[in-house]
């Protein structure tokens, strides 16, 4: 059984930045972020692989949001981040955290999720 909280959401304005954080209990090979805007279907953001708090750099990262949104790990806090910088408002969705056996950009494939965290870019 895999525990995920998100956190870090909130109201930011276009071309500011945020950082989420996935705080995560029990066993996983793969965590990953999804985000799911109103009417439409949740989407991959990116993924890697985990080993208890670590990242095996082996990051997994959509085209709409490489080069502005990046991962990276605390590992004494369980923790995995996602620092989203150069926001539009496209962006705004609930994002979550998913856990799973294998990098996939399908959330069909992931067994375990966060209850989601709110990101609105407005201005």
């Known amino acids: 059984q895999v525990q995920l909280v998100e956190s870090g959401g909130g109201l930011v304005q276009p071309g500011g930045s945020l950082r989420l954080s996935c705080v995560a209990s029990?066993?996983?090979?793969?965590i990953a972020w999804f985000r799911q805007a109103p009417g439409k279907e949740r989407e991959f953001v990116a993924a890697?692989?985990?080993?208890?708090?670590?990242?095996?750099?082996?990051?997994y990262i959509a085209n709409g949001v490489k080069g502005r949104f990046s991962i990276s790990a605390d590992s004494a806090r369980n923790t995995m981040y996602l620092q989203m910088n150069s926001l539009k408002p496209e962006d705004s969705a609930i994002y979550y955290c998913?856990?799973?056996?294998?990098?996939?950009?399908?959330?069909?494939?992931?067994?375990?999720w966060g209850q989601g965290t709110q990101v609105t870019v407005s201005s």
């Open positions: 998913a856990a799973g056996d294998a990098t996939s950009r399908y959330s069909k494939n992931y067994r375990f």
């Open positions: 029990g066993r996983t090979d793969v």
């Open positions: 890697d692989r985990w080993n208890v708090g670590r990242l095996y750099n082996a990051t």
